[in-house]
């Protein structure tokens, strides 16, 4: 495992919130990829290369005075590149109530070469993601009550539904305390999945699949890659390491490592609160 690099915030902590940092892998511009860092308490948001240490915040947008006004409001962010305008979005899901499924939500676009944001009028599905997977020109979400792959064509600026694997149908997430999560393997569309059967293990522990899709599209070809069985209730997938190991969050705050050649576990050491992403090196400007 490589050693950590350590990098400064550019900006001061947010009255001592820790930021959430949503940065999914997104497609090069000119081989270069950035961050976006996000604070929800105050709707603050920056892009961030770590690499070049440049940071430029990213301007409010006039929906902003509805959104803070109201207690129960959601937020569901997406960030991607345009490979036609050869430009980087910000896709900004507003849902004005606590009840998604009961208002129209608010959709906003922002491009970082204009530095402005704009209204988007489009149907938008009950999403239960707070941030999105990038891959091949689209974002990716889970509908509200995992029915389907939410996608956002990035460039053309329209949703879409894909099915997710099978598997997930025949699971009820309250009996099973179901978790899933979207991520890129290998440049390939990847679901992880973690449920608990307590029936067949009343010890509650885990049971770990993962996914990928091998023709992206196409929903018979996704194929399960591994199924284990950590000691412990899986609550959050941080996804694969170099080293080739999934990194997994475990029930009361601690991470495992799991090695998918040997099949062991190992405890990983991290800070008490924090959010693991992937970076690559960047030469994009800002």
């Not at 053309?156 to 009820?172: Q, R, T, W, Y």
């Not at 009996?175 to 010890?203: C, G």
């Not at 509650?204 to 018979?220: A, D, F, K, L, R």
Request: hydrophobic share 40%.
């Amino acid at each position: 495992m490589s050693p950590p690099i350590q990098v400064r915030l550019p900006v001061m902590a947010f009255h001592h919130r820790r930021p959430s940092f949503r940065g999914p892998p997104l497609q090069p511009l000119r081989s270069g990829r950035l961050q976006l860092a996000h604070c929800p308490s105050r709707l603050v948001m920056y892009l961030w290369n770590l690499f070049t240490r440049k940071h430029k915040a990213v301007r409010r947008s006039g929906l902003e005075h509805r959104f803070v006004s109201m207690e129960t409001a959601h937020m569901v962010l997406g960030f991607g590149f345009d490979a036609r305008s050869n430009d980087y979005k910000i896709v900004r899901i507003l849902y004005l109530d606590d009840n998604r499924r009961g208002r129209k939500a608010q959709v906003e676009i922002y491009m970082l070469r204009t530095d402005r944001w704009r209204s988007s009028e489009c149907e938008v599905p009950s999403l239960c993601n707070d941030s999105a997977v990038f891959l091949n020109g689209n974002l990716h979400w889970f509908e509200d009550g995992h029915g389907s792959i939410v996608l956002f064509d990035v460039a053309g600026e329209v949703f879409d539904k894909m099915a997710p694997p099978e598997e997930i149908s025949h699971l009820d997430a309250d009996a099973n305390v179901l978790v899933m999560s979207l991520a890129v393997l290998n440049d390939l569309l990847a679901v992880y999945i973690s449920f608990i059967d307590p029936v067949m293990d009343p010890e509650q522990h885990s049971i770990c699949s993962v996914w990928v899709m091998g023709e992206y599209g196409v929903p018979e070809s996704w194929n399960k890659l591994y199924t284990f069985n950590p000691c412990g209730e899986v609550v959050g997938f941080d996804g694969f390491m170099r080293n080739g190991e999934l990194l997994m969050e475990i029930y009361g705050g601690g991470r495992v490592s799991w090695n998918p050649i040997t099949g062991q576990y190992a405890n990983f050491p991290h800070v008490t609160r924090c959010n693991l992403v992937t970076v690559v090196e960047s030469i994009v400007s800002l």
